[in-house]
Protein backbone atom coordinates (compact mmCIF):
# COMPACT_ATOMS: atom_id res chain seq x y z
CA UNK A 1 0.00 0.00 0.00
CA UNK A 2 1.24 3.50 -0.96
CA UNK A 3 4.64 2.66 -1.81
CA UNK A 4 5.49 -0.18 0.40
CA UNK A 5 4.10 -3.53 -1.15
CA UNK A 6 1.71 -5.76 -0.42
CA UNK A 7 3.03 -8.89 1.20
CA UNK A 8 0.28 -11.02 2.71
CA UNK A 9 -2.68 -12.33 1.04
CA UNK A 10 -3.71 -13.80 -1.92
CA UNK A 11 -4.93 -11.37 -4.85
CA UNK A 12 -8.26 -12.99 -6.90
CA UNK A 13 -9.17 -12.24 -10.47
CA UNK A 14 -12.84 -12.54 -11.44
CA UNK A 15 -15.17 -12.53 -14.35
CA UNK A 16 -18.27 -12.83 -12.76
CA UNK A 17 -20.30 -12.85 -15.82
CA UNK A 18 -18.29 -15.78 -17.10
CA UNK A 19 -17.90 -17.56 -13.87
CA UNK A 20 -14.32 -17.85 -14.81
CA UNK A 21 -11.09 -16.39 -12.83
CA UNK A 22 -7.92 -17.07 -10.69
CA UNK A 23 -5.61 -16.26 -8.06
CA UNK A 24 -2.19 -16.21 -6.67
CA UNK A 25 -0.58 -15.80 -3.52
CA UNK A 26 1.76 -12.85 -2.62
CA UNK A 27 5.04 -13.23 -1.65
CA UNK A 28 7.56 -11.44 0.88
CA UNK A 29 7.88 -9.01 -2.15
CA UNK A 30 4.79 -8.03 -3.05
CA UNK A 31 5.06 -9.95 -6.13
CA UNK A 32 2.68 -12.88 -7.65
CA UNK A 33 2.09 -14.98 -10.46
CA UNK A 34 -0.94 -17.13 -11.58
CA UNK A 35 -0.20 -20.27 -12.36
CA UNK A 36 -3.81 -21.40 -14.14
CA UNK A 37 -4.76 -19.56 -17.32
CA UNK A 38 -7.11 -17.15 -17.34
CA UNK A 39 -9.20 -16.31 -20.46
CA UNK A 40 -9.27 -12.94 -22.25
CA UNK A 41 -11.45 -10.90 -20.51
CA UNK A 42 -12.31 -7.80 -18.00
CA UNK A 43 -11.98 -9.27 -13.88
CA UNK A 44 -12.94 -7.57 -11.20
CA UNK A 45 -9.76 -7.75 -8.80
CA UNK A 46 -9.64 -8.43 -4.53
CA UNK A 47 -7.64 -9.35 -1.76
CA UNK A 48 -8.30 -12.51 0.49
CA UNK A 49 -6.39 -13.73 3.86
CA UNK A 50 -3.76 -16.41 2.48
CA UNK A 51 -2.12 -19.35 5.18
CA UNK A 52 0.34 -18.27 6.92
CA UNK A 53 3.55 -18.50 5.25
CA UNK A 54 5.70 -21.46 5.92
CA UNK A 55 2.33 -23.32 6.97
CA UNK A 56 0.47 -26.21 5.29
CA UNK A 57 -2.11 -25.85 7.52
CA UNK A 58 -5.32 -23.75 5.52
CA UNK A 59 -7.00 -23.78 8.60
CA UNK A 60 -3.90 -20.78 10.14
CA UNK A 61 -4.76 -17.72 7.84
CA UNK A 62 -2.85 -13.71 8.08
CA UNK A 63 -5.17 -11.66 7.39
CA UNK A 64 -4.49 -9.04 4.80
CA UNK A 65 -3.47 -5.82 5.77
CA UNK A 66 -5.97 -4.23 3.15
CA UNK A 67 -9.50 -1.84 3.94
CA UNK A 68 -12.69 -4.17 4.05
CA UNK A 69 -13.51 -2.69 0.63
CA UNK A 70 -10.50 -4.44 -0.94
CA UNK A 71 -11.67 -7.81 -0.10
CA UNK A 72 -14.89 -8.09 -2.28
CA UNK A 73 -14.98 -8.49 -5.83
CA UNK A 74 -18.01 -5.65 -6.02
CA UNK A 75 -16.60 -3.10 -3.43
CA UNK A 76 -12.57 -3.05 -4.51
CA UNK A 77 -13.08 -1.15 -7.33
CA UNK A 78 -10.17 -2.43 -9.07
CA UNK A 79 -10.32 -4.23 -12.38
CA UNK A 80 -7.65 -5.47 -15.13
CA UNK A 81 -7.96 -6.34 -18.68
CA UNK A 82 -6.76 -9.96 -19.37
CA UNK A 83 -5.11 -9.71 -22.76
CA UNK A 84 -3.42 -12.44 -25.02
CA UNK A 85 0.23 -11.40 -24.17
CA UNK A 86 2.14 -10.93 -20.87
CA UNK A 87 0.10 -9.41 -18.15
CA UNK A 88 1.58 -7.44 -15.80
CA UNK A 89 -0.79 -5.73 -12.75
CA UNK A 90 -0.15 -3.65 -10.20
CA UNK A 91 -2.94 -1.72 -7.69
CA UNK A 92 -2.07 1.10 -5.62
CA UNK A 93 -3.84 0.73 -2.81
CA UNK A 94 -5.46 3.36 -0.81
CA UNK A 95 -4.24 3.13 3.33
Known amino acids: MGNA ?3 LGKIIFVNQAKGVGGGATLDAEGHY ?7 VGEYKVYFVDAMKPGSDDPSILVPTPVKEKYKAADTSGLTFEIKNDENIADFNLEQ
Open 33 to 39: AVSEKIP
Open 5 to 7: PLT
